[in-house]
C-alpha cells in the first residue's frame, strides 16, 4: 500500500519522478535475471545428477589399506562376491559389482597424465548406462578384455587414439632398499 502511494503521488511538476522509474526497473530487471537463473539451474540438474551418478557409484566399500610381506600396500575384500551378494538383496539397489579403484600415471611418448583407473569385469561394465549407452564413443567394448577404455579428456591428453598403446605406471611398487619402485605395464 505504501508503494502505491508514493507510485500514484503527484509531483508538482506532475507524474512520477525520474528516480522513480529507475528503480522500478532496476528491481524488474533484478527479479527477471534472479528467475532466469533459477530456471536454467533447475533445468540442468537432471542432466548433472545423470551426468555424475550415471557412471560412478552412489555408494562404496572399501577395504583398510595395509603393507603385505613384499612391501606392497594393498587393501583386499576378501569374499567379495558374497559382499556383492549382500549388497544387492538391499531394498533400492539396482546393482552391485566389485570394482578395484587406483591412481596411476599414463604415458604416451613424452606426455604424461594422472589417471584414475578402475578394474571391473566387463558384465559388470555393461551394465553402467553410460558406459553401455555413451553419447559418443570410439572403439568397441567387445574387446574390453585385450586392452583398456579411457575417456576422452585422458586420450587428448596423451595424444592417443583408438588402438594406440599407453604405458601405465603404478606409484604403488614394491619397497626396496632405495625406495618404492613403480610397477609398469
Given at each position: 500500500m505504501i508503494a502505491w502511494r508514493y507510485l500514484r503521488a503527484r509531483r508538482t511538476e506532475g507524474g512520477v519522478s525520474t528516480m522513480t522509474w529507475i528503480s522500478l526497473i532496476g528491481i524488474t530487471l533484478a527479479v527477471a535475471?534472479?528467475?532466469?537463473?533459477?530456471?536454467?539451474?533447475?533445468g540442468f540438474r537432471d542432466e548433472f545428477v545423470d551426468?555424475?551418478?550415471?557412471?560412478?557409484?552412489?555408494?562404496?566399500?572399501h577395504a583398510q589399506a595395509h603393507v603385505n610381506d613384499i612391501g606392497q600396500v594393498t587393501s583386499e575384500i576378501r569374499d567379495f562376491e558374497g559382499w556383492v551378494d549382500r549388497?544387492?538383496?538391499?531394498?533400492?539397489?539396482?546393482?552391485?559389482?566389485?570394482?578395484?579403484?587406483g591412481q596411476v600415471m599414463g604415458n604416451k611418448g613424452q606426455r604424461n597424465a594422472g589417471v584414475e583407473v578402475?578394474?571391473?569385469?566387463?558384465?559388470?561394465?555393461?551394465?553402467?548406462?553410460?558406459?553401455?549407452?555413451?553419447?559418443?564413443?570410439?572403439g568397441d567394448l567387445s574387446r574390453f578384455n585385450e586392452g583398456i577404455a579411457?575417456?576422452?579428456?585422458?586420450?587428448?591428453?596423451?595424444?592417443?587414439?583408438t588402438g594406440d598403446m599407453i604405458k601405465i605406471i603404478s606409484p604403488n611398487g614394491v619397497k626396496?632398499?632405495?625406495?618404492?619402485?613403480?610397477?609398469?605395464?
Open positions: 535475471a534472479l528467475i532466469i537463473t533459477l530456471a536454467v539451474r533447475t551426468t555424475i551418478l550415471g557412471a560412478n557409484s552412489h555408494v562404496s566399500l549388497i544387492s538383496t538391499v531394498p533400492g539397489v539396482t546393482r552391485a559389482a566389485p570394482l578395484i579403484k578402475f578394474g571391473i569385469r566387463y558384465d559388470d561394465l555393461l551394465t553402467i548406462p553410460r558406459i553401455a549407452n555413451p553419447e559418443s564413443k570410439q579411457i575417456g576422452s579428456g585422458v586420450a587428448a591428453e596423451l595424444g592417443v587414439t626396496t632398499a632405495f625406495g618404492t619402485s613403480p610397477r609398469v605395464n
